[in-house]
Nanobody, 123 residues
Framework: QVQLVESGGGLVQAGGSLRLSCTAS????????MGWFRQAPGKEREFVTS????????VYADSVKGRFTISRDNAKNTMYLQMNSLKPEDTAVYYC????????????????WGQGTQVTVSS
């Protein structure tokens, strides 16, 4: 079955950077769109960014545009999220997600989720 495993979370000061990784297994990674979501304490899970199977089509939530960069290495079955200029409001559990589609993912209910990795930004 499809498995998604995130890594790279941690504690960072405001203005700092972190890089998250998501390694996938169980199907041909390069055939499917991927994305990142996050859930802050007491809030609903929200869409952060997505990347198409080829890596050409990328979408960002307005809240992270210009600060976060999504990428993927299909040879390594891995997706990345480079997070710069982090703010305390970026504190959340970050989830990797994948779907059955090529160009983008369902922003409400993608087919597959990782277990999440905690990102904490201190002020």
């Amino acid at each position: 079955q499809v498995q998604l495993v995130e890594s790279g979370g941690g504690l960072v000061q405001a203005g700092g950077s972190l890089r998250l990784s998501c390694t996938a297994s169980g199907r041909t990674f390069s055939n499917y769109a991927m994305g990142w979501f996050r859930q802050a304490p007491g809030k609903e899970r929200e869409f952060v960014t997505s990347i198409s199977a080829s890596g050409v089509r990328i979408v960002y939530a307005d809240s992270v545009k210009g600060r976060f960069t999504i990428s993927r290495d299909n040879a390594k079955n891995t997706m990345y999220l480079q997070m710069n200029s982090l703010k305390p409001e970026d504190t959340a559990v970050y989830y990797c997600a994948s779907d059955h589609t090529i160009l983008t993912i369902d922003r409400r209910a993608p087919a597959y989720w990782g277990q999440g990795t905690q990102v904490t930004v201190s002020s």
